[in-house]
């Protein structure tokens, strides 16, 4: 497992936070999603063997968070 902290400057409330909590977490090989709204950051724990980070990107940007570069 690795596990990585993405920032997403769209991030700003519960809505924010369930829907990429939902979409990322049906990802298969992410096991864990937290978002953190204050620093708008989201820790994924996820097997690279299963699925890549730039799916995990993929997904948030097609939720509507893109990730900061």
Known sequence: MESTTLVAPDISCEHCQHAIEGAVGKLDGVSKV?????????????????????????VLDDTGYTVAK
């Open 34 to 58: 937290n978002v953190d709204i204050p620093t708008k950051s989201v820790h994924i724990n996820y097997d690279p063997h299963k699925v890549t980070l730039t799916k995990i990107e993929e």
